[in-house]
């Protein structure tokens, strides 16, 4: 039996691995995988590649790109969910802000540099308009810590992906005052180079299992439901969420990985770029 470690975020999208794992879909293929939740997100999923403390990340595309050409020595190895990731921008409850251009200068609470909402608040300003040199962040960690943070004043604005944060908009505490789409498939699948030259086979078996989970998945009996009381969500919001998401069986494109470095590289997010045929395969 081989042991490898994923991580990844404690989100609806990562459902069909714990499904996998529940129904010993992996254990019958000779593969022992042990999952860890991160809710810090993608930051802590590059640290955690770079340290060796997981094998394997399901991470968002546009960080895991910026890290390998920060010196990652990872490689992406299959898209994972194909559909742009609906990041939400919220703000306070309370807060006096009810537009973007009300948080044009306002400061952005973050899970760490280097995450999604890091990298995508550079994106959202940049397709506004904004000036992008002088963003100020607050680190918040985590979902609970960006809570604290735009209720206590400490930040203006914090962006996550919309259904995630629905509950907490449902509840009072939140607004959400638009939506920022990213231009490009929101999760793939990165794994510690060491770990794809010494089981290579293993991971393709691993990405066997999961694509032929992630085929099936919508058509699941129940599936809304069991999304729902996992996830502390709605139906309702279930339902919309699984319309506009789309897995991925595929390896990511030259194309477009060359499109998010390029949007990183524009916006000074990385000062070099990486080869394609060395980050992804």
């Given amino acids: 039996m081989t042991s490898l470690k994923i991580a990844g975020v404690p989100e609806h999208f990562n459902l069909p691995w714990h499904i996998a794992i529940e129904n010993k879909k992996f254990e019958a293929q000779g593969i022992d995988i042990a999952w860890t939740d991160v ?36 490689t992406i190895v299959q898209v994972y969910v194909q559909s742009p990731l609906i990041w939400g921008i919220h703000v306070a409850a309370k807060s006096p802000y009810t537009t973007l251009q009300d948080i044009e200068t306002g400061k952005v609470a973050i899970s760490r540099y280097g995450s999604g909402s890091h990298l995508m608040a550079y994106v959202n300003a940049k397709n506004l308009g904004w000036d992008t040199e002088n963003i100020q ?81 919508k058509n699941t009996d129940g599936i809304e439901k069991t999304l729902a009381e996992r996830y502390v969500q709605k139906e309702k919001d279930i339902h919309d969420w699984l319309k506009i998401t789309e897995w991925s069986q595929k390896k990511l494109d030259k194309n477009t990985f060359d499109k998010v470095q390029n949007q990183l590289f524009e916006l000074n997010i990385i000062d070099k770029k990486t080869a394609f045929e060395t980050s992804a395969g």
Wanted: net charge negative; charged share 25%.
């Fill in 137 to 217: 962040f607050e680190l918040v960690n985590t979902l609970d810590g960006a809570v604290e943070a735009l209720t206590d004043n400490k930040a203006d604005y914090f962006m996550w992906e919309r259904f995630m944060t629905k509950p907490i908009v449902d509840k009072g505490v939140f607004r959400r005052i638009a939506d920022c789409p990213t231009p490009w498939p929101c999760f793939v699948i990165a794994v510690r180079n060491e770990i794809l030259e010494k089981h290579l086979e293993k991971i393709e078996k691993m990405l066997t299992v999961i694509n032929k989970t992630t085929s099936d998945f």
């Fill in 39 to 74: 809710p810090e997100g993608t930051g802590k999923l590059c640290q955690m590649l770079r340290d060796g403390s997981t094998d394997i990340a399901v991470i968002l595309t546009e960080g895991i790109i910026k890290d390998i050409a920060a010196g990652n020595n990872s």
